[in-house]
C-alpha cells in the first residue's frame, strides 16, 4: 500500500518542479498545461491506491474464513487445518454428500486419533486421509467422484474452492 503512496508523491513533486519551472518562463498561463499533465500523471496511481485499499479491507474482512470453507457441487464444506498442516472435514457437511456416512461414535472407533473433535475447532472432524480411506470401500458413483474430488483438491494440496 506504501507504493502508491510514493508514485503519488513522486509524480506530485516532478508536476510541482515542472509547473514552477513553466510559470518562471511563461507565467499564469503555465497552470493550463501544468493541471492536465498532473491529471495524466496522477490517475494511475490514485486508481492503484483505491484497488488496493478495496482489497486490503475485503481481505481483512473475510480473513476470519479464509481458506476453510470449500465447495463440492454446491455444498460448502468446512474444512480446517492443524498444527501439523492435516486437513480436518466437519463431518455434518460430509454427510450431506455422502449420505452413508456413519454415525460419529462408529467413526470414532473405527479411526481413533484421526475422528474426532480437533484442537480449538467446533464439531465433530474426519482427517481427510480416514475419510477417503473409508471411501475407498464404496461404489457409489456419486461417492466415488466424491473421493476424486477429496484426493485432488482437499488432499492434492491445491487450493481451489470452486473445484466441482
Known sequence: MLRPFLSILLRT???????????????????????PLLGVLLARPII???AEGHWAGKSAALESVQGKW????????DVAHDIANARWLL????????????????LGKQFGERAGSVESFDGFRIRADALAEY??????????????????????????????
Open 13 to 35: 513533486a516532478f508536476c510541482a518542479v515542472a509547473v514552477f519551472y513553466a510559470f518562471k518562463v511563461w507565467g499564469a498561463f503555465a497552470i493550463v498545461f501544468g493541471a
Open 70 to 77: 470449500w465447495m463440492y457441487r454446491g455444498h460448502r464444506i
Open 135 to 164: 471411501l475407498v470401500k464404496s461404489h457409489d458413483a456419486s461417492t466415488v467422484r466424491f473421493k476424486v474430488w477429496l484426493d485432488r483438491v482437499v488432499m492434492g494440496g491445491s487450493h481451489n474452492p470452486r473445484a466441482r
Open 48 to 50: 492503484d491506491l483505491i
Open 91 to 106: 463431518a455434518s457437511d460430509v454427510r450431506k454428500v455422502v449420505r452413508e456416512l456413519p454415525r460419529d461414535e462408529v
